[in-house]
DNA sequence: ATTAAAATTTAGACCAATCTAAAAATTTAT
DNA sequence: ATAAATTTTTAGATTGGTCTAAATTTTAAT
């Protein structure tokens, strides 16, 4: 059994793997886990004892494949949590995150298998984020970032990858929702914004740092 | 703010008192915390601290009116978590327990309104136990124990006093679930108990240590 | 190749929640 | 009223997760 702690550490773990090659640094978990580098080492001296991380002193770490398990069971709840909390509650994409991220260290397979099911087997949370099978598969679904679409082209919103709440929120009063039609008349090529319409609507121009977070498909 | 640990305290003080006139006992309060008592006075001293509990050594213990409130909020969340998993998630009344004991410390409020929301402002929870408002006010309903009802004398099955999953299973194959009509038939002089028609079919012999743990109104 | 800067680990401490063993207070029995 | 039994509290230790300050290792700069 891994802890509140240990849970939330690797699937930090997970994600910062998932943005860059090779091993995650102290100091990066030091950021994501609010806490200092020193204790960040005690964890990772405790997670390796449970053959949770690969750890070598001063070379960073990685998951071993029960830790990348555990972390992927974890992030299949948080995300379903979202989704629950979206779908079935009301609450707005800006919102849910802090709420998730308690819910998702409540430990019982069936509650999790009925929430599922009670959502209709989501394949993706409010952000657009893919929600891993119950064993634990996470999919990959095609997408790219709205700064590598070409002026004409006509795409979908299907995710974000930044979760902030002022970001959302600012994508909420732009009209940019998940699922939304975006057509891209123009990329500036001084400053990298996007000339884009949204839902047939005349066009817009979204700054480089905003497109930049949006994936489209 | 209150911890996970402190919260458990305060509700599980509440529900003692409930059920017995005068402080709560600090042995007590190592049965239902499955620790030992010194682990007790250690948590009673800091609870005194906060003003949640009046605690004078070797006197036990009682709940100040901020304690009260604690300890309703945390009821109130627990028995509305209980409603969702039953009447959305379709669990069985037996099962639910254990989950809501860890579901009761997601601290809230948004949550917890939309929740009550979302299920109807239920008045009680599975077990027929009545949900505070959002305010801390109890309800406090009509019932009596099966025990109390005269022969001749139809009534509905509104609550249990006893949750154990055994218990609960019993209740099922026996056809007794929360809302079904009972008319009693007898009272048994020499043992207890109740010959009682259930939901109108052949009556049926229920000992006295069920009958006891049946309310009806 | 040295030196300076940055990252990481160790040493030693703290806090919350728990434990066991022993002491003190209260309650019950004689 | 005294002694015995029970309950409760204190003393001292442990564990998980965290901290600061200092030492060490790695990386970057000259
Ligand atoms: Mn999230
Ligand atoms: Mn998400
Ligand atoms: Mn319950
Ligand atoms: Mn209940």
């Avoid at 939330?8 to 994501?32: C, H, M, P």
């Avoid at 002022?166 to 929702?177: A, I, Y």
Wanted: charge should be negative.
């Amino acid at each position: 059994m891994s802890s509140f702690t240990e849970e939330n550490y690797l699937k930090i773990i997970y994600n910062l793997s998932a943005w860059q090659e090779g091993e995650v640094s102290t100091n990066a978990l030091a950021e994501q886990t609010q806490t200092r580098a020193a204790s960040v080492t005690d964890m990772l001296r405790k997670l390796a004892d449970k053959n949770l991380i690969h750890y070598k002193k001063y070379q960073g770490v990685r998951l071993t494949p029960e830790g990348e398990r555990v972390a992927l069971q974890v992030i299949r709840k948080h995300r379903l949590w979202e989704v629950f909390l979206v779908d079935k509650l009301g609450f707005g994409w800006d919102e849910v995150h802090p709420l998730a991220e308690e819910l998702e260290h409540i430990n019982s397979e069936k509650l999790i298998q009925k929430l599922d099911a009670f959502l209709g087997h989501p394949s993706a949370d409010p952000h657009g984020d893919p929600i891993p099978d119950p064993a634990g598969r996470m999919p990959h679904p095609e997408h790219c970032r709205l700064t590598e679409v070409v002026p004409g082209q006509a795409v979908v919103l299907v995710g974000v990858t930044e979760h902030s709440a002022p970001f959302l929120q600012f994508l909420d009063r732009t009209g940019l929702t998940l699922g939304c039609r975006l057509e891209v008349v123009e990329v500036n090529a001084f400053d990298g914004s996007v000339q884009v319409g949204i839902s047939g609507n005349a066009p817009q121009f979204v700054s480089q740092a905003v497109a930049r977070n949006l994936l489209v498909s």
